[in-house]
């Protein structure tokens, strides 16, 4: 079946440096792919999307592209910030059948940004 | 900003009783999810509805779990009776429409099974 795969966190980084949190997937068919993002106390946020090969998604300075010869939309961002600190979600849409629009996640990857 | 609400935020109980957890979508959206969150996982996908109709429950252990959404707005899920094994954040979700890819999350119920 669909299934999405992250890279293992948790990830520690300094104030203004790089991010990259991998996610691959397994799917039939050509599903959307998400990137979730969710805050200490809060529930999940949509962050960006991708709905075909080649798109890129973008939304407060984090990107993503959807690669199909690798099915991978890895999450960059070039200068993360203290408040950038939450734990990720990679997400795919597994239409089925019967076109439900139903989200399969990742298992998510932990971000902490020291200043 | 329009919100999904749940209650209660956390949930304490012994293993045998019943619990429930109630979800208000955002206004006018006609899907709605329950999914599960054990720690250390992603969320997965216990039932959804379209209006007051289930069109997913594949994935709810429905010998103890039960879902209703009686007037297509708000929605409960319940649990009896719980096992220590129910222990985990259960999210409700709402979208527009069930081909509306953009979901709006609630703040979830913790639930502790003791």
């Known amino acids: 079946g669909n299934s999405v795969t992250q890279m293992e966190g948790p990830v520690t980084l300094s104030e203004e440096a790089f991010l990259t949190i991998n996610c691959t997937y397994t799917?039939?068919?050509?599903?959307?792919l998400f990137w979730y993002v969710q805050y200490p106390g809060e529930g999940l946020q949509l962050l960006l999307k991708?709905?075909?090969?080649?798109d890129k998604g973008s939304n407060k300075g984090f990107e993503a592209t959807y690669r199909k010869e690798t099915t991978s939309f890895h999450l960059e961002k070039g200068s993360v910030q203290v408040s950038d600190s939450a734990v990720y979600f990679c997400?795919?849409?597994?239409?089925?059948?019967?076109?439900?629009?139903?989200?399969?996640f990742g298992q998510g990857t932990t971000l902490q940004v020291k200043p | 900003e329009a919100e999904v609400a749940q209650s209660p935020r956390y949930k304490i109980t012994e293993k045998s009783q019943a619990v429930a957890f109630w979800c208000d979508p955002i206004?006018?959206?006609?899907?709605l999810y329950w999914y599960r969150q054990i720690l250390g996982q992603g969320p997965e996908l216990l039932v959804q509805?379209?209006?007051?109709?289930?069109?997913?429950d594949s994935q709810l252990p429905k010998d103890r779990f039960s879902a209703e959404r009686l007037k297509g707005v708000d929605s409960t899920l319940k649990i009896q009776p719980a096992e220590l094994g129910d222990s985990a954040m259960y999210l409700c979700?709402?979208?527009?429409?069930?081909?509306?890819?953009?979901?709006?999350f609630g703040s979830g119920t913790q639930l502790s099974v003791l």
């Open positions: 799917a039939t068919g050509y599903p959307s």
């Open positions: 509805f379209q209006d007051e109709s289930v069109v997913d």
């Open positions: 206004s006018g959206h006609a899907t």
């Open positions: 997400a795919l849409s597994d239409h089925g059948s019967s076109n439900t629009g139903k989200l399969i």
């Open positions: 979700a709402s979208s527009q429409t069930r081909t509306n890819e953009k979901l709006f």
């Open positions: 991708a709905t075909k090969a080649d």
